[in-house]
T-cell receptor, first 114, second 112 residues
Framework: ETGVTQTPRHLVMGMTNKKSLKCEQHLGHNAMYWYKQSAKKPLELMFVYSLEERVENNSVPSRFSPECPNSSHLFLHLHTLQPEDSALYLC?????????????FGEGSRLTVL | GENVEQHPSTLSVQEGDSAVIKCTYSDSASNYFPWYKQELGKRPQLIIDIRSNVGEKKDQRIAVTLNKTAKHFSLHITETQPEDSAVYFCAALKAAGNKLTFGGGTRVLVKP
């Protein structure tokens, strides 16, 4: 299944590194999301982009910086992260105007911050 | 904002028995309630959903019920099988909204 693809699948980084997570959706959807999944908070919404505009920023620290250059691509830029940021980062997409709300998730990027 | 509570957090059942997971929500404006299943190491996937204009929906061995007055909804899995072992998440969405609020998840283990 290639509806929503995320790269890399695994990432190990030091606290001073800068890295980016990439998400691409091939479903023609108009909304994309970043979720953080950890043992503490199983599915925590971070950012929502609708029609390439950020419509939700769920009090996420500035060391996480999203970018949505077009309706098919979503990035999460990472800078000076903390060990507690280690988690699975899930990208998702949906079609907003149908009112359906179904989210299609990618496989996730497993991030480890040393 | 919306708050979704899910219980239990873990559930162990014998193969062939039924499993029930319950969720409550806080925002009476929510009108769409999906359930996602996440197998170990895989992505969450929608398994069933219900809208506020119906009280029950069934799809083979899974069913969902909704009580709008009490603001709670439940997932029922009958004749459980080992492949039903996974983490299940309930969620709630307001009409025309773009923020799906998830419950804390239920880890279901079906013992053969």
């Amino acid at each position: 299944e290639t509806g929503v693809t995320q790269t890399p699948r695994h990432l190990v980084m030091g606290m001073t590194n800068k890295k980016s997570l990439k998400c691409e959706q091939h479903l023609g959807h108009n909304a994309m999301y970043w979720y953080k999944q950890s043992a503490k908070k199983p599915l925590e919404l971070m950012f929502v982009y609708s029609l390439e505009e950020r419509v939700e920023n769920n009090s996420v620290p500035s060391r996480f910086s999203p970018e949505c250059p077009n309706s098919s691509h979503l990035f999460l830029h990472l800078h000076t992260l903390q060990p507690e940021d280690s988690a699975l980062y899930l990208c998702a997409s949906s079609q907003q105007d149908t009112g359906d709300g179904e989210l299609f998730f990618g496989e996730g990027s497993r991030l480890t911050v040393l | 904002g919306e708050n979704v509570e899910q219980h239990p957090s873990t559930l162990s059942v014998q193969e062939g028995d039924s499993a029930v997971i319950k969720c409550t929500y806080s925002d009476s404006a929510s009108n769409y309630f999906p359930w996602y299943k996440q197998e170990l190491g895989k992505r969450p996937q929608l398994i069933i959903d219900i809208r506020s204009n119906v009280g029950e929906k069934k799809d083979q061995r899974i069913a969902v019920t909704l009580n709008k007055t009490a603001k709670h909804f439940s997932l029922h899995i009958t004749e459980t099988q080992p492949e039903d072992s996974a983490v299940y998440f309930c969620a709630a969405l307001k009409a025309a909204g773009n923020k799906l609020t998830f419950g804390g998840g239920t880890r279901v283990l079906v013992k053969p």
